[in-house]
């Protein structure tokens, strides 16, 4: 079946234009996660959706920073007035959770480059 | 806070055996999650831990002890395609949520 997408897969902006991220979960998974990675780091959790529960926006790293998650399906990350140092891969990430282990599928992620 | 700790770096040959430790803090604790990346890829999942013990995986096994706060990943018979980013990952409890957190990586080389 279907894996997680995200798209676009690269985007180049400009500093203070905003851009938004979208990523369309597997089917049927109650749990989507979105984190950031910069180049040669690990993972930064960024927020975390889960059914119709308030969302866990503890990551975000500030309040250019938004998500939601319309009809509990797909996602979309928004950064407003981005700089420079928002340049990273955007990953997201969908679970389905009381499966156990939990595991979390991510996607190819969104390379994002602030000019 | 959550924390996790691991080596940058590995290097092994072809057809060795590899291990990966993994030493966290947490508040809470739900299981020790291991992922691969290969450049430019995304992550994957390989092992998951909840229980004290070693799981095994194919080529793969994954060790857990809870007491004192450890795990591993250990690789046989390495392989060239074996070359990636090894995250291990901690369910734990941050504010509200049952949050994930990861380690900044190991970057395994096999060498031929």
């Known amino acids: 079946g279907a894996g997680v997408s995200q798209s676009p897969s690269n985007k180049v902006t400009e500093k203070g234009k905003d851009v938004e991220l979208r990523c369309d979960p597997i089917?049927?998974?109650?749990?989507l996660y979105w984190y950031r990675q910069s180049l040669g780091q690990g993972l930064e959790f960024l927020i975390y959706?889960?059914?119709?529960?308030?969302?866990?926006k503890s990551g975000l790293p500030s309040d250019r920073f938004s998500a939601e998650r319309t009809g509990g399906s797909v996602s979309t990350l928004t950064i407003q007035r981005t700089q420079q140092e928002d340049s990273a891969v955007y990953l997201c990430?969908?679970?389905?959770?009381?499966?156990?282990?939990?595991?979390?599928?991510f996607g190819p992620g969104t390379r994002l480059l602030v000019l | 806070g959550q924390s996790l700790e691991q080596p940058s770096e590995v290097t092994a040959v072809e057809g060795a055996i590899v291990q990966i430790n993994c030493t966290y803090q947490?508040?809470?604790?739900?299981?020790l999650s291991w992922y691969q990346q290969h450049d430019g890829g995304a992550p994957t999942f390989l092992s998951y831990?909840?229980?004290?013990g070693l799981e095994e995986t194919g080529r793969f096994s994954s060790f857990l002890s809870r007491s004192d706060s450890y795990g591993y990943l250990l690789l046989q018979e390495l392989q060239m395609k074996d070359s990636a980013s090894y995250f291990c990952?901690?369910?734990?409890?941050?504010?509200?949520?049952?949050?994930?957190?990861f380690g900044s990586g190991t970057q395994l080389t096999v060498l031929p």
């Open positions: 990430a969908s679970s389905l959770l009381g499966a156990g282990k939990e595991t979390q599928y």
């Open positions: 089917s049927g998974h109650t749990a």
């Open positions: 959706f889960q059914g119709n529960s308030a969302p866990d």
């Open positions: 947490t508040s809470g604790f739900y299981g």
């Open positions: 831990n909840a229980l004290d």
């Open positions: 990952a901690v369910r734990g409890v941050s504010g509200s949520a049952r949050q994930l957190t």
